[in-house]
Every structure is written in C-alpha cells, then in structure tokens.
C-alpha cells in the first residue's frame, strides 16, 4: 500500500542568499527526515548560488522578483503560487515577510507559522513603531510565532504583545562535524596570507553590513596594534564576508598603516577550514537573534569575544569567552588583551566553547523542535 504524501511546509523569505537566517533553513531542510514533511522555498525578490547548499533534490525554489516597496504583482504571484502548491504550513521569517501571511490566509493555507530571527539597523531594540504597527494588525493571523533566543520570545510577549501559548523558543543548530577544532593533518586554504604558528590571529565571520558593526573590530585591532609589544609581528585580523562596510574597513587599516595585517577576501564557501585557523572569535554586532557565526566559531573550539545584545548571552558564558557593550572599540580591546598576553586561556575557553556546541546547539534537537511544532498544528 503506498505511503502518504508528507504535508509540504512553504518556507517565504526575503532572498536566499549567504545569511545567519538562510543558513539555519538550509540546515533545518537538510536534515528533517523526508518522509515526515516536504519543502519548498519562495524568496520575494531573488535566491543566489546559496540555493546549491540545499541538499535535497525533491526541493524548488521559487523567485517572485518583489520591486521596492508595496509590489501588488508580487503579492498577487504570491497568492497564485500559494493556491497552486496548496502547502498544509506556510513559514515565513522576519519583518520583511510577515505581511505575506495576509495573502497566505487569503490563499486558504489554513496553518501558519512566523518566525523572529533578529533585527534590521532600523529597528535595533525592537521598538519602531511602524514595525510594532504591522505585527499587531498581523498576530492574529498566525497560529505560532518562533523565536530563535528568549530575549526575542520576551520582547515579542511584552512588545507586540503576544499570548505565551502562540510562541515557541528554538535555537539554532550548528553542524558539529563540519565546524571542528582542527584535528592535525588540515591544510589551510592555499591563499591563507598567515600562518596560525606565527601570528595570533583574530577573526570574524560576516555579511558586512551596519547592524554587523565590523569598523568597531576594525578600530579596536588599531587600538590593539598600539597598546600590545611587537603587535605588528605577532596580531592579524581576518573577517570573511561582503558588504556595503568592506570599503571603509580597508581604508580604516589602509589610513593606519595595517592593511598588510588584515585579510579581508570577501565571502567564502571555505568558512569551515577558515575558522581552524583563527585563535579567537570576535562578534561587534549591534544587535543579533542567535549567531550562527558564533554556534559554529563555538563548534570549531574558539573563545568567543562578542557585544552584550540579543541572544549572544545565551550563548556565550564566563567559561567560553567575554561580552561587551555594543560600539565600543576599547571596551573591546580591553576583552581581547587577556587572551593576547595568555595562549593557555584560548585553549581552555576554546574547548568549554566546543563542548558547549556539542551538548547544547545540535542540529537534530533544532531540527525535532520545529518538526514537533509543525506537527501540533497539522494534527489539531
């Protein structure tokens, strides 16, 4: 007797591209069983080669191609995409997307998930009132709101507000077996400009955008370079990712002097083996949901230096690295000069950070949390 079709889940987001939240679906997708539920993906404006990081060949992605602001064809595509695949959940993510559960109840998808993975530079602390507006017309539309910290699920109780009974708390998971202390035997990539066994190497892993802060790292490693003996021969900074910051930041290291201290290539698909080089982790974010960055920075045994907002001090404890105040090269300088002047510090937060990983942010318990939310609303 054939087995039934899984219920197919439609994810909606902005646009499938490199990303914290992008990461965690492609992970979420990846690694839920498929005889339990199928996938498929509608990005508003357009996906990238990031689409190739979806392993499951039974998953389509969709494009609708939204101009700028209230895009009424888009929405309308939207609306006959939704009635032709007839998904029994629609999931959408972040405050670019929420208004996509109108034209999902209007399509007749009668369960509805949102999720809160973080802020954008215009609304840091969850306060604009545009923003607030549009969540409380919307909340009545969705059935279950998801939260990947609980400084969001808080927020989203106490802001918006919304019902205790309509959220649900799930971290992200992080892949312990691709992001791993290096093990002996791995070479660095190839264009790799330091060498791990002669430089103490600071690293950070990010789309290069305002609300990421990466000219607060930028200047504090100037600051660094200025207060620590021989920092000229012994400290590098490397970041990998693009964006609309990575101008400036050269020309900060340029103007300083430092570029030949600094490498900055740009996104990499070799961020795995990258972060086996680094000796300590940096997070300048002015806010953040849960960083994927620093689940896998974790997972590759680093201490973690990152800003006190949103969900990073749920990640990071006494024993795995140091928070500090969010735009504020020296206090940042200050976290990093104990681990500069005491390599035994790098190794045992490094490996607190590695066994936090392995018990705490797993991708199977993330991916059973969603599985098991998805599962209450179709069976209800």
């Not at 802060?213 to 900074?237: E, G, N, W, Y």
């Not at 900055?264 to 086996?276: S, T």
């Not at 940042?332 to 607190?352: C, E, T």
């Amino acid at each position: 007797m054939p087995q039934p079709t899984p219920p197919l889940v439609v994810h909606i987001i902005f646009r499938l591209d490199i990303g914290g939240l992008e990461n965690g679906l492609v992970n979420l997708i990846n690694n839920m069983d498929t005889a339990r539920y199928r996938h498929a993906i509608i990005c508003l404006t357009e996906f990238t080669d990031f689409r190739a990081r979806i392993q499951r060949p039974d998953v389509v992605v969709h494009a609708l191609h939204k101009r700028p602001g209230k895009d009424v064809g888009a929405y309308l595509r939207l609306w006959r995409l939704l009635r032709k695949l007839r998904p029994a959940i629609v999931h959408t993510r972040n405050i670019g997307t929420l208004d996509c559960q109108l034209i999902a109840s209007l399509a007749g998808i009668k369960h509805r998930v949102h999720g809160e993975h973080g802020r954008d530079i215009a609304d840091l602390d969850g306060v604009n009132p545009a923003y607030l507006r549009l969540r409380r017309i919307l909340k009545p539309l969705v059935q279950r709101f998801i939260t990947v910290s609980r400084d969001l699920d808080a927020w989203l109780q106490a802001t918006v507000p919304v019902a205790p009974n309509k959220t649900r708390q799930i971290y992200n998971g992080v892949d312990c077996q691709r992001f791993h202390p290096p093990a002996g035997g791995e070479e660095p990539p190839k264009d790799m400009p330091f060498n791990s066994r002669e430089h103490l190497i600071i690293g950070s892993v990010g789309r290069m955008d305002p609300v990421k802060d990466q000219l607060t790292l930028v200047r504090a490693f100037l600051l660094l370079l200025d207060c620590v003996p021989k920092a000229r021969q012994r400290l590098r900074l490397v970041h990998i990712g693009d964006g609309p910051l990575m101008v400036e930041a050269k020309q900060l290291l340029k103007s300083a002097g430092a570029s030949d201290l600094a490498w900055l290539p740009g996104a990499r698909d070799d961020v795995d083996r990258i972060y086996q080089t680094f000796d300590l982790f940096v997070l300048p974010s002015l806010a953040e949901g849960i960083s994927n960055t620093i689940l896998e920075a974790m997972a590759s045994g680093l201490p973690i230096i990152a800003t006190d907002v949103g969900g990073n001090s749920e990640l990071v404890i006494d024993e795995t690295g140091v928070l500090v105040p969010r735009a504020d090269p020296e206090a940042l300088v200050k976290a990093l000069l104990p681990y500069v002047q005491n390599s035994s510090l790098i190794r045992a937060h490094g490996g607190n950070a590695r066994e936090r990983a392995e018990a705490t942010f797993s991708i199977p318990h993330m991916v059973e949390q969603y599985a098991a939310t998805y599962d209450q609303l179709v069976s209800a």
